[in-house]
């Protein structure tokens, strides 16, 4: 059984708040079945999107959407999400302001 996919955002918000860091809902999607997309926002002008994905072993994982997670420039990374949104309309976008995602993307 999976959770509720606002269940997992308000998990990662949580999260990172308890942690002394940001985290903030750019876009709300369906309550039990929206996709989540994680954008990693660096302090730098940066920023670098998650996806998660079906694993080959079962499961899920998440995966950047760039190769080596490489980050783009926030005004691609906000386009990125407007084209997703517009194709997907049960996405949720998620902003992270955090220092260790890979321990955010491990909790979820």
């Known amino acids: 059984m999976t959770l509720a ?11 990172c708040q308890n942690r002394g860091e940001g985290a903030y809902v750019l876009r709300r999607g369906d ?13 730098d002008g ?7 994905r079906y694993a080959m072993e079962g499961g899920m ?3 950047a959407t760039t190769p080596d997670a490489a980050p783009l420039p926030d ?14 309309p049960d996405l949720w ?4 302001e955090t220092t260790d995602i890979a ?4 909790f979820l």
């Open 5 to 15: 996919t606002h269940m997992l955002v308000s998990a990662a918000l949580q999260f």
């Open 31 to 43: 309550r039990t079945a929206g996709a989540i997309l994680l954008r990693h926002s660096h302090r």
């Open 46 to 52: 940066t920023s670098t999107l998650y996806v998660r």
């Open 61 to 63: 994982v998440w995966e």
């Open 75 to 88: 005004a691609d990374a906000d386009d990125y999400i407007g084209k997703r949104a517009k194709t997907d």
């Open 93 to 96: 976008a998620i902003e992270l």
């Open 103 to 106: 321990a955010v993307l491990e």
